[in-house]
């Protein structure tokens, strides 16, 4: 199956061997690529290849897995909401990165790539260190040099080579796109075949509601890959009819990098903090796919929640009574539940997605612990 990638800025267009990463003009790329679905085609184990007919690639039957399956979705109640937890942190690194990192390294491997440079906060760090190992791709890995020992402990374990940059994640992501000139960027923030992995947990969703789309779905939002992912999993069952109405999706940012709050207010996002926030995985002061970010939330209805540290705090808390251990990032989409006390419908049904493990985040719980 051949793909062409295309700008949604300026038009153009590149044949997908060309393994470019973003547009002449600056922008993202998407892929022109509209799969015909149909649920009653799906055979198979449930897991991410249940959906290969969705997925763009050319030999799905020769991609490299870890023996996924579906994760739970799960009945919780928080501030007296009852809501369907997405457990995407029991995927095999910990994260729902592993749906996109799935997609793009095998993608990568199908296009001849050996060689990747990625950049991130740490989950799809852990999750193209993996699945790169798993499918014998040499993977290089730059992450903030304050980020979490956890996260980059995995990295190494998995055997990429660790890039520690001073800074924060936007001279990370510089000194990636530095490296990228004599390797393949797998950026996850703008390759748009990491989008087509994270929107398979929307079909996990749908097909374990039985195909009757929730009310609303919240999702912590930094580049916005798995809000993405669900919004073009979204499209793709619209225009196969299998649902008639969007769910509405929910961006939740933290107080201390609100892009979307900003773009709203016509502001411009400050400058982050030299030490990593509490939320550190949704901390992306320029989401490069932000047009499409706000696109998805208009036009579901929509909308953004900004939530404060001690809203998060709270919230990973009240997780962990339940069962339930998860990473602070994961812990401000619970948090904006809050928001929908009093607020809906009972046929409302409400999916919050949990998207990192806490086992991830050992040392910034522990300081949490400590200053309260
Ligand atoms: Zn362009």
Redesign the pocket.
């Known amino acids: 199956m051949n793909s062409t990638l295309i ?1 949604p ?4 267009q590149y044949p997908e061997d060309e393994v470019a990463w973003r ?5 993202y790329l998407d892929l022109a690529f509209t799969p015909r679905f149909d649920p009653a085609c799906l055979e198979g184990p449930e897991c991410f290849l249940r959906y290969k007919s969705v997925l763009p690639l050319s030999f799905p039957e020769k991609a490299f897995t870890f023996g996924e399956r579906f994760t739970p979705l799960h009945s919780m109640v928080f501030y007296g909401v009852p809501v369907w937890a997405k457990m995407d942190f029991l995927l095999t690194t910990g994260s729902f990165k592993d749906r996109g990192a799935f997609m793009m390294v095998n993608k990568c491997r199908e296009l001849g790539i050996t060689r990747i440079v990625e950049d991130s906060s740490g989950n799809s760090a852990c999750a193209m260190a993996a699945y790169s190992a798993l499918a014998g791709i040499e993977a290089h890995i730059f992450m903030p040099r304050g980020n979490s020992s956890a996260k980059t402990v995995q990295v190494r374990t998995y055997g990429a080579t660790l890039h520690k940059i001073p800074g924060n994640r936007a001279d990370c992501a510089r000194a990636a796109e530095e490296a990228a000139k004599n390797c393949y960027y797998a950026a996850h923030t703008w390759n748009p075949y990491f989008l087509h992995g994270t929107k398979t947990v929307i079909y996990e969703i749908m097909e374990q509601f039985l195909w009757q789309a929730p009310g609303v779905i919240i999702v912590p939002v930094g580049s916005g890959s798995q809000l993405l992912g669900i919004w073009l999993g979204l499209q793709e069952m619209k225009k196969a009819g299998v649902i008639s109405r969007y769910p509405r999706l929910v961006a939740v940012q933290s107080e201390h990098c609100a892009p979307l709050k900003n773009h709203r207010e016509g502001q411009l996002t400050p400058q982050l903090p030299k030490d990593p926030i509490l939320a550190e995985g949704i901390a992306i002061r320029q989401p490069p796919r932000m047009r499409q970010i706000l696109e998805a939330i208009n036009e579901t209805g929509g909308e953004t929640v900004t939530v404060t540290d001690r809203q998060i705090v709270d919230a990973l808390k009240a997780s962990a009574r339940q069962g339930v251990y998860i990473e602070p990032t994961s812990a401000a989409a619970v948090a904006a539940v809050e928001h929908y006390k009093g607020r809906l419908h009972k046929e409302d049904r409400v999916v919050v997605t949990l998207t990192g493990h806490g086992l991830k985040a050992t040392p910034r719980i522990e300081q949490i612990l400590d200053n309260s």
């Open positions: 700008c800025s300026c038009g153009m547009c002449r003009c600056g922008s």
